[in-house]
T-cell receptor, first 113, second 113 residues
Framework: GENVEQHPSTLSVQEGDSAVIKCTYS??????FPWYKQELGKGPQLIID?????GEKKDQRIAVTLNKTAKHFSLHITETQPEDSAVYFC????????????FGTGTRLTVIP | IAGITQAPTSQILAAGRRMTLRCTQD?????MYWYRQDLGLGLRLIHY???????GKGEVPDGYSVSRANTDDFPLTLASAVPSQTSVYFC????????????FGPGTRLTVL
Protein backbone atom coordinates (compact mmCIF):
# COMPACT_ATOMS: atom_id res chain seq x y z
CA GLY A 1 0.00 0.00 0.00
CA GLU A 2 0.87 3.67 -0.04
CA ASN A 3 3.45 5.05 2.40
CA VAL A 4 3.42 8.79 3.10
CA GLU A 5 6.27 10.37 5.02
CA GLN A 6 6.04 13.89 6.42
CA HIS A 7 8.71 16.25 7.72
CA PRO A 8 9.34 17.98 10.01
CA SER A 9 7.30 16.65 12.92
CA THR A 10 7.47 20.02 14.67
CA LEU A 11 8.08 23.49 13.28
CA SER A 12 8.31 26.84 15.03
CA VAL A 13 8.37 30.11 13.09
CA GLN A 14 8.14 33.77 13.96
CA GLU A 15 4.93 35.52 13.02
CA GLY A 16 5.23 36.85 9.48
CA ASP A 17 7.79 34.27 8.39
CA SER A 18 7.08 31.41 5.98
CA ALA A 19 6.58 27.77 6.89
CA VAL A 20 7.23 24.79 4.64
CA ILE A 21 6.13 21.20 5.27
CA LYS A 22 7.25 18.39 3.00
CA CYS A 23 5.81 14.99 2.19
CA THR A 24 6.90 12.06 0.07
CA TYR A 25 4.80 9.18 -1.16
CA SER A 26 5.62 5.74 -2.50
CA UNK A 27 2.82 4.76 -4.89
CA UNK A 28 3.29 6.35 -8.32
CA UNK A 29 -0.41 5.73 -9.03
CA UNK A 30 -1.46 8.26 -6.38
CA UNK A 31 -3.03 11.28 -8.01
CA UNK A 32 -4.73 13.31 -5.29
CA PHE A 33 -2.86 15.11 -2.52
CA PRO A 34 -4.86 17.01 0.11
CA TRP A 35 -3.60 18.92 3.12
CA TYR A 36 -5.55 19.01 6.35
CA LYS A 37 -5.30 21.33 9.34
CA GLN A 38 -6.24 20.03 12.77
CA GLU A 39 -6.79 22.38 15.67
CA LEU A 40 -6.73 21.16 19.24
CA GLY A 41 -9.73 19.04 20.10
CA LYS A 42 -11.17 19.15 16.61
CA GLY A 43 -11.28 16.96 13.55
CA PRO A 44 -9.02 17.65 10.55
CA GLN A 45 -10.22 20.19 8.01
CA LEU A 46 -9.18 20.40 4.37
CA ILE A 47 -7.21 23.56 3.59
CA ILE A 48 -5.94 22.88 0.08
CA ASP A 49 -5.51 20.00 -2.32
CA UNK A 50 -3.75 19.30 -5.59
CA UNK A 51 -4.24 16.76 -8.31
CA UNK A 52 -1.53 15.16 -10.40
CA UNK A 53 -2.30 17.14 -13.53
CA UNK A 54 -1.01 20.37 -11.98
CA GLY A 55 2.32 21.25 -10.38
CA GLU A 56 1.28 24.11 -8.12
CA LYS A 57 -1.86 25.55 -6.58
CA LYS A 58 -2.26 28.66 -4.49
CA ASP A 59 -5.00 29.98 -2.24
CA GLN A 60 -4.16 33.31 -0.61
CA ARG A 61 -1.31 32.62 1.85
CA ILE A 62 -1.28 28.89 1.25
CA ALA A 63 0.31 27.07 -1.67
CA VAL A 64 1.04 23.47 -2.51
CA THR A 65 3.60 22.17 -4.99
CA LEU A 66 3.79 18.70 -6.49
CA ASN A 67 6.71 16.91 -8.11
CA LYS A 68 5.39 13.66 -9.53
CA THR A 69 8.75 12.52 -10.81
CA ALA A 70 10.31 12.75 -7.37
CA LYS A 71 7.06 11.75 -5.65
CA HIS A 72 6.99 14.62 -3.23
CA PHE A 73 4.70 17.52 -2.46
CA SER A 74 4.97 20.47 -0.13
CA LEU A 75 2.79 22.94 1.74
CA HIS A 76 3.91 26.55 1.87
CA ILE A 77 2.36 29.07 4.26
CA THR A 78 3.48 32.67 3.85
CA GLU A 79 3.07 35.60 6.25
CA THR A 80 2.25 33.21 9.09
CA GLN A 81 -0.15 34.29 11.80
CA PRO A 82 -0.73 32.88 15.31
CA GLU A 83 -3.99 31.32 14.13
CA ASP A 84 -1.98 29.18 11.73
CA SER A 85 -0.71 27.26 14.77
CA ALA A 86 -2.10 23.72 14.46
CA VAL A 87 -1.16 20.22 13.33
CA TYR A 88 -0.98 19.81 9.56
CA PHE A 89 -1.38 16.49 7.77
CA CYS A 90 -0.59 15.63 4.19
CA UNK A 91 -2.31 12.72 2.49
CA UNK A 92 -2.25 10.81 -0.78
CA UNK A 93 -4.89 8.87 -2.65
CA UNK A 94 -5.44 7.22 -5.99
CA UNK A 95 -8.67 7.03 -7.90
CA UNK A 96 -9.95 3.60 -6.99
CA UNK A 97 -13.24 2.21 -5.73
CA UNK A 98 -12.42 3.33 -2.23
CA UNK A 99 -11.40 6.87 -1.45
CA UNK A 100 -8.59 5.67 0.76
CA UNK A 101 -6.56 8.57 2.04
CA UNK A 102 -3.12 7.64 3.35
CA PHE A 103 -2.00 10.25 5.84
CA GLY A 104 1.41 11.46 6.88
CA THR A 105 2.26 11.53 10.58
CA GLY A 106 1.60 15.25 10.98
CA THR A 107 3.55 18.47 11.62
CA ARG A 108 2.87 20.57 14.67
CA LEU A 109 3.31 24.19 13.57
CA THR A 110 3.75 26.89 16.18
CA VAL A 111 3.70 30.52 15.11
CA ILE A 112 5.39 32.70 17.72
CA PRO A 113 3.87 36.19 18.04
CA ILE B 1 -26.14 22.63 9.61
CA ALA B 2 -24.47 20.14 11.95
CA GLY B 3 -22.30 18.34 9.39
CA ILE B 4 -20.99 15.26 11.14
CA THR B 5 -21.73 14.40 14.74
CA GLN B 6 -20.07 11.71 16.81
CA ALA B 7 -21.04 10.22 20.14
CA PRO B 8 -19.84 9.83 22.75
CA THR B 9 -17.24 12.59 23.01
CA SER B 10 -15.13 10.39 25.22
CA GLN B 11 -15.41 7.02 26.90
CA ILE B 12 -13.46 4.88 29.32
CA LEU B 13 -14.07 1.20 28.76
CA ALA B 14 -12.99 -2.00 30.49
CA ALA B 15 -11.17 -4.51 28.32
CA GLY B 16 -13.47 -7.17 26.93
CA ARG B 17 -16.51 -4.92 26.81
CA ARG B 18 -18.47 -4.20 23.65
CA MET B 19 -18.68 -0.60 22.46
CA THR B 20 -20.39 1.17 19.58
CA LEU B 21 -19.22 4.58 18.42
CA ARG B 22 -21.93 6.52 16.67
CA CYS B 23 -21.58 8.74 13.62
CA THR B 24 -24.29 10.70 11.84
CA GLN B 25 -24.03 13.10 8.90
CA ASP B 26 -26.68 15.41 7.50
CA UNK B 27 -24.99 16.27 4.20
CA UNK B 28 -26.42 13.30 2.29
CA UNK B 29 -22.90 12.19 1.44
CA UNK B 30 -22.61 8.79 -0.17
CA UNK B 31 -19.26 7.80 1.30
CA MET B 32 -18.32 7.52 4.98
CA TYR B 33 -15.15 6.51 6.78
CA TRP B 34 -13.76 5.63 10.20
CA TYR B 35 -10.20 6.55 11.14
CA ARG B 36 -8.18 6.14 14.28
CA GLN B 37 -5.58 8.71 15.25
CA ASP B 38 -2.60 7.70 17.31
CA LEU B 39 0.35 9.85 18.33
CA GLY B 40 3.15 9.57 15.82
CA LEU B 41 1.08 7.50 13.39
CA GLY B 42 -1.30 10.04 11.91
CA LEU B 43 -4.75 8.88 10.85
CA ARG B 44 -5.33 5.34 9.67
CA LEU B 45 -8.43 4.10 7.90
CA ILE B 46 -10.36 1.37 9.73
CA HIS B 47 -13.42 0.81 7.55
CA TYR B 48 -15.25 2.71 4.85
CA UNK B 49 -18.57 2.68 3.04
CA UNK B 50 -18.98 3.97 -0.50
CA UNK B 51 -22.76 3.95 -0.31
CA UNK B 52 -25.57 2.74 1.94
CA UNK B 53 -25.59 -1.04 2.14
CA UNK B 54 -21.89 -1.52 1.33
CA UNK B 55 -18.76 -1.51 3.50
CA GLY B 56 -15.08 -2.20 3.00
CA LYS B 57 -11.92 -2.75 5.02
CA GLY B 58 -9.24 -0.11 5.41
CA GLU B 59 -5.67 -0.35 6.69
CA VAL B 60 -6.45 -1.49 10.25
CA PRO B 61 -9.83 -3.29 10.32
CA ASP B 62 -9.09 -6.07 12.82
CA GLY B 63 -11.22 -5.90 15.96
CA TYR B 64 -13.72 -3.50 14.42
CA SER B 65 -16.95 -3.87 12.47
CA VAL B 66 -19.24 -1.38 10.76
CA SER B 67 -22.68 -1.27 9.19
CA ARG B 68 -24.35 1.17 6.81
CA ALA B 69 -28.09 0.63 6.97
CA ASN B 70 -28.86 4.12 5.65
CA THR B 71 -27.11 7.14 4.17
CA ASP B 72 -26.79 9.14 7.38
CA ASP B 73 -25.47 6.69 9.97
CA PHE B 74 -22.22 4.72 10.12
CA PRO B 75 -21.64 3.11 13.53
CA LEU B 76 -18.33 1.51 14.48
CA THR B 77 -18.41 -1.45 16.86
CA LEU B 78 -15.65 -2.92 18.98
CA ALA B 79 -16.91 -6.40 19.81
CA SER B 80 -14.42 -7.03 22.62
CA ALA B 81 -12.27 -4.01 23.37
CA VAL B 82 -8.52 -4.35 24.00
CA PRO B 83 -6.09 -1.74 25.38
CA SER B 84 -4.44 -1.31 21.95
CA GLN B 85 -7.72 0.16 20.74
CA THR B 86 -7.19 3.16 22.98
CA SER B 87 -7.20 6.00 20.47
CA VAL B 88 -9.09 8.98 19.11
CA TYR B 89 -11.62 7.89 16.52
CA PHE B 90 -12.77 10.15 13.70
CA CYS B 91 -15.70 9.64 11.40
CA UNK B 92 -15.65 11.35 8.01
CA UNK B 93 -17.82 11.62 4.93
CA UNK B 94 -17.44 12.68 1.32
CA UNK B 95 -19.82 13.39 -1.50
CA UNK B 96 -18.41 10.78 -3.83
CA UNK B 97 -15.86 8.02 -3.78
CA UNK B 98 -12.58 9.03 -5.26
CA UNK B 99 -10.68 12.20 -4.64
CA UNK B 100 -13.36 14.27 -3.01
CA UNK B 101 -12.96 16.34 0.13
CA UNK B 102 -13.55 14.40 3.30
CA UNK B 103 -15.37 16.18 6.12
CA PHE B 104 -14.41 15.04 9.60
CA GLY B 105 -16.41 14.85 12.80
CA PRO B 106 -15.11 16.13 16.16
CA GLY B 107 -13.81 12.72 17.26
CA THR B 108 -14.35 10.26 20.09
CA ARG B 109 -11.59 9.73 22.62
CA LEU B 110 -11.67 6.09 23.72
CA THR B 111 -9.63 4.64 26.56
CA VAL B 112 -9.61 0.89 27.08
CA LEU B 113 -8.28 -0.24 30.46
Amino acid sequence: GENVEQHPSTLSVQEGDSAVIKCTYSDSASNYFPWYKQELGKGPQLIIDIRSNVGEKKDQRIAVTLNKTAKHFSLHITETQPEDSAVYFCAASKQTGANNLFFGTGTRLTVIP
Amino acid sequence: IAGITQAPTSQILAAGRRMTLRCTQDMRHNAMYWYRQDLGLGLRLIHYSNTAGTTGKGEVPDGYSVSRANTDDFPLTLASAVPSQTSVYFCASSEGQANNEQFFGPGTRLTVL
